[in-house]
């Protein structure tokens, strides 16, 4: 059973101890859930653990550190969907969000154990130079998940993107999906693409890859995060469906 109100923070140990104390008075978790929160793992092994597009199935296995979880020769990490951009070369911008905010600590806390759902959760292989850290280091992207979807659209149909040698080198992972529609439904990513999957939503910007993808504006941070969390909440929604049809055929 999975409860996608569960927060990953509230089993991550000592990841609240003295969260505004670091990183420039930005917040700074003292653990990471990814790795730390053993319900967060349990839950990947069991969604992801089922039929593939290429009609395959996995049976994935939990481990530890760079083993977290294994099918096969793949080796699986955990990522976040939703980001806050709470970094310090983005401070200026924090700061102006913060005056906007009666009480910034509180909306941010309850930002971060909303994110921290399964909703705000999925796994990339892992490795060296793998998707969980480029999306977030190449500056056309900035981890932001609508960006990064659009990247993996653009590789199934052999288009360039920013990402498009991460994806490549994870051929083999990416052809489990067949196409970009198998690998959207697998994930429970439908909220965040068009009807016939030609379009991802787009949350900030247009999405050319053509400057920095950091929101500009305090008013374009707020709606960009507002578009984060409509997308989390559908997709919970998606994934509870979904466990509740599988305990009704058994």
């Not at 990339?124 to 900035?142: A, D, E, R, V, Y």
Request: net charge negative; charged share 30%.
């Amino acid at each position: 059973m999975i409860d996608i109100s569960f927060d990953f923070t509230s089993d991550s140990p000592n990841y609240w101890d003295s969260f505004w104390d670091g990183n420039d008075g930005l917040g700074c978790g003292g653990s990471d859930p990814d790795n730390a929160s053993p319900t967060l793992q349990r839950y990947h092994k069991e969604l992801w653990s089922r039929q593939l597009p290429n009609g395959e199935i996995t049976d994935l296995k939990m481990g530890r550190g760079s083993y977290y979880l294994t099918w096969k020769d793949f080796r699986f990490g955990s990522d976040s969907i939703i980001v806050s951009f709470r970094y310090r070369k983005y401070k200026y911008m924090m700061d102006q969000v913060f005056q906007r905010l009666p009480d910034y600590k509180a909306y941010f806390e309850m930002l971060i154990r909303r994110s921290y759902t399964i909703g705000g959760m999925i796994i990339f292989p892992k490795h060296l130079s793998s998707m969980n850290q480029n999306k977030g280091t190449n500056p056309l992207i900035s981890d932001r998940w609508d960006l990064t979807l659009e990247c993996i659209r653009r590789y199934y149909l052999g288009e360039d993107s920013p990402l498009y040698e991460t994806i490549k080198g994870d051929k083999a992972f990416y052809d489990l999906f067949v196409d970009f529609k198998g690998y959207v439904d697998f994930f429970f990513l439908q909220d965040c693409v068009s009807k016939d999957y030609s379009k991802v939503d787009i949350w900030c910007g247009n999405g050319d890859f053509k400057e920095n993808a950091l929101p500009k504006t305090v008013e374009e941070y707020f709606i960009f995060l507002n578009k984060e969390l409509e997308f989390l909440d559908k997709r919970n929604a998606r994934i509870k469906a979904f466990c509740e049809s599988c305990q009704e055929r058994i």
